[in-house]
């Protein structure tokens, strides 16, 4: 362990993870960025699907498993049978928080719902992540990330006007549950400091989605109006867009503020601009927005990227580039704060994958080593429940782990 990793906010914290994909897991990920010990179950004989997503490297193993279950320990467990399901009950008595996202009624069934667990374990915190949330008619439907982001509001506002609604380009329905996931499991320790007792989390997709529309419904609510896809502009903040530069250069340019509008204005050798009745304000600039980007973009186009960025920033006017992840890895802006960071991989050998974030001044979270091999932690977990060599070995022989 590094330094960092032994000053981890969440060191003393025992999570059981019984999540799969991306909501579930992501959440553990988290926790374990900040020093939990997470333990993930896992079903022993296929593993979490995320060890097959993605681009096929050596070995069959997948780029995505490095990332989402760094920091875990890996136990291969059936919990569809019975003895499976004791040993996983075993491990939630000795633990702080449970994850799973499972379909709402899949731990009823199984005899493994709140009240059971926590008559164990009363300071137990639960996060159940799921499509629909625990209850209300929706709750048993399969609940992927896409059909989150479409209830939730996001998939109609994204995308050209002209066509489909489009993906965000990552799974971010399913990202978003697991943040508000571990902001519910953190506001829950701070309760039971208070309280002595843990609680459930009740996490849904569509509802945190839904959490991160801004004012789409009261806007709805108090106008009528319905706010519908419009590229790469928000309507009426103008001017904030994407603008092209020689060749196939594209710069981002923030200049809706007054003050930085007219600054952008005297970049351009345009101070008219700033005074034009058209563009005068940010609410006529809303007004007249198409055609404001428009004169941006014939003054853009005269330039290479490079050179135009330098420019804007020596004007205070926000700008910045489009990037891929190979800028990422040669920009100094991540180099300068270890945005990224190398791990050391049994097979790839040095791995780069995003760090632990936020930054904390005293206990920061780190990468402590990348996904585990699918079980590569049942032993010493089992052991660690009271389970000599030869129980193991006989509930491997089974099947079981």
Known sequence: MTDAA?????????????GTLIAGPFCGQILGDFGADVVKIEDPKTGDPMRQWGRSLPKGLSPWWPVIGRNKRSVGLDLRTPEGRAIAQDLIAQADVLIENFRPGTLEKWGMDYATL???????IMARVSGFGQTGPYAGRAGYGLIGEAM????????EPDRPPARAGISIGDSLTAMHAVMGITMALHARTNTGRGQVIDAA???????????????????GYVRERSGSILPGIAPSNVYPCVGDGMILIGGNGDTVFARLCETMGRPDLAKDPKFVDHAARGVNQHELDGIIAGWTKGFELDVLLALLEEKGIPSGRVFRAPDMLENEQYLARDAIVETDHPVFGKVKMQNAFPKMSETPGAVRWPGPELGQHTDEV?????????RVAELRAKGIV
């Open 6 to 18: 032994n000053r981890g906010p969440l060191k003393d914290l025992k999570v059981v993870e019984m």
């Open 118 to 124: 926590s008559a164990r374990n009363p300071r137990l």
């Open 152 to 159: 939730g509001g996001l998939r109609h506002v994204t995308g």
């Open 205 to 223: 997709l569509y509802e945190s989605v839904l959490a991160v529309m801004e004012n789409l419904v009261t806007e709805y609510d108090l106008t």
């Open 382 to 390: 089992l052991a660690g429940l009271g389970l000599d060599t030869a």
